[in-house]
């Protein structure tokens, strides 16, 4: 999309060339040891500091800024800091969920399903998962999962849909019969993890 909009453009003005051809030695990707897409970087002490203290930003947020905040700081000790969020779903606190982006297979023996039913995982907790088909999955189809958490970091269960997600045409949530301890160290690391720095380091 980008080379079609600006490909044909000369010079600074080629936003294709910038992004994706060009590399930026000031521009590095962090390393991430899972593959999650939301990363705290600060300590609750430093988001009191900036945004409570030297300014008044989480004052002004709206309900549905402040329950991102809290899906994003979703650990106890960030929740006198952080705005209200008067919407904050319950199963949150009981079960904590993280936002993952990776690859994922599932071996099924159902007729009419290829052999490997291809899925990519948007959010996986203790002992489920949901994650995106571009097949459409039975209730009940269970399977053996193989999953990249991270890298060089794999993860192979039993699996089983539980239900398609209401409102979304591709999204599942599945249930783990046995987590191995692959997913288990992971879900762990992320549940005693307060910053992006911790979720790194070993």
């Known amino acids: 999309m980008l080379e079609r ?14 992004f ?16 999650t897409t939301n990363h705290p970087v600060m300590t609750a002490q430093m988001l009191d500091h900036f945004f409570n203290r030297r300014t008044q930003l989480f004052a002004s947020l709206d309900p549905a800024q402040a329950q991102t905040l809290h899906a994003i700081y979703d650990h106890p000790a960030y929740a006198d800091v952080l705005p209200r969020a008067t919407d904050r779903p319950t199963e949150r606190r009981r079960r904590p969920r993280y936002t993952f982006r990776c690859p994922a297979a599932m071996r099924v023996s159902e007729p009419s399903l290829p052999g ?15 994650a995106r088909s571009a097949l459409p999955l039975p209730t009940g189809l269970s399977g053996e999962l ?39 160290a992971c879900v762990a690391k992320l549940g005693c993890s307060q910053t992006y720095a911790d979720l790194i380091s070993n």
């Open 146 to 184: 193989t999953v990249e958490l991270g890298e060089r970091v794999r993860s192979v269960v039993r699996a089983r849909v539980l239900a398609r997600r209401p409102g979304d045409a591709d999204g599942y949530r599945f249930e783990l019969r046995e987590p191995d301890a692959a997913w288990r």
């Open 20 to 35: 994706i051809c060009e590399r930026l030695d000031a521009i590095r990707l962090a390393p991430r040891r899972y593959f």
């Open 5 to 18: 909009a600006w490909g044909g453009a000369s010079g600074r003005r080629n936003l294709y060339r910038y």
């Open 116 to 130: 490997l039913v291809r899925l990519h995982i948007t959010e996986v907790c203790s002992d489920e998962f949901r």
